[in-house]
């Protein structure tokens, strides 16, 4: 299947610093990619929809000058977590829709663990 | 209001047997559905989709049924092993539109 990589995997930052997380879907194009957080125990939260060339949709709930995302190619989207603070800590997950034919598959990135002290 | 529903938040089985997910949709537009698997601390991994005009679909050792009437579809896992241990989630998208999750199922198969 497709593949898609997120970096870092791991990012320990302190309370007030910005964080940014690539997720690059390598094998294919993606107009589409998804943002998603996890918090333990709980299921996947969409955070917003990335489109390429385009302003990102934000769900309900998630501050948009928080949690900037930037979809500037094909390949490539990018989540900054600024102003950091401890309850922003958590697993964040990228996914990218891949269309074959008439259908459609979405991958997912391996997540990245988001530590604020 | 929750559309996706798994109401089994684990299940246990054992090595060899069956394992069966059950997922419940209230939206009716739901018009596609996959099952993801995924272990701590890592990404979803894609196992299975299945589009409305089907009722069944196999790969492997994992067939995923679709019964629209009753807005159900199930996960068949046969035979289970010890890796297959992980959460599973099954989402539901409309017309191309974003997957809604369920709440996951966490899976264990004792040896």
């Known amino acids: 299947g497709a593949v898609v990589s997120q970096h870092p995997s791991w990012v320990i930052c302190k309370s007030g610093t910005s964080v940014k997380i690539e997720c690059r879907s390598l094998?294919?194009?993606?107009?589409?990619m998804f943002w998603y957080r996890q918090f333990p125990k709980q299921s996947l939260m969409l955070m917003a929809t990335?489109?390429?060339?385009?302003?990102?949709?934000?769900e309900q709930g998630v501050e948009k000058d928080k949690f900037l995302i930037n979809h500037a190619s094909l390949t490539l989207s990018t989540l900054t977590v600024t102003s950091a603070h401890p309850e922003d800590s958590s697993f964040y997950i990228c996914?990218?829709?891949?269309?074959?034919?008439?259908?459609?598959?979405?991958?997912f990135g391996p997540g990245t663990r988001l530590t604020v002290t | 209001d929750q559309q996706v529903k798994q109401n089994s938040p684990s299940l246990s089985v054992q090595e060899g047997r069956i394992s069966i997910l059950n997922c419940d949709y209230t939206?009716?537009?739901?018009?596609?559905f996959l099952w993801y698997k995924k272990y701590p601390a890592e990404g979803p991994t894609f196992l299975i989709s299945?589009?409305?005009?089907?009722d069944k679909n196999e790969d492997g050792r994992f067939t995923v049924f679709l019964n629209k009437s009753a807005k159900h579809l199930s996960l068949h896992i046969v035979p289970s092993q010890p890796g297959d241990s992980a959460v599973y989630f099954c989402?539901?998208?409309?017309?191309?539109?974003?997957?809604?999750f369920g709440p996951g199922t966490r899976l264990s198969v004792l040896p």
């Open positions: 094998d294919f194009q993606a107009t589409t």
């Open positions: 990335s489109n390429e060339g385009s302003k990102a949709t934000y």
């Open positions: 989402a539901a998208s409309a017309y191309g539109q974003n997957f809604v």
């Open positions: 939206n009716s537009m739901f018009d596609y």
């Open positions: 299945i589009s409305s005009i089907k």
């Open positions: 996914s990218a829709r891949d269309y074959s034919g008439s259908v459609y598959e979405q991958y």
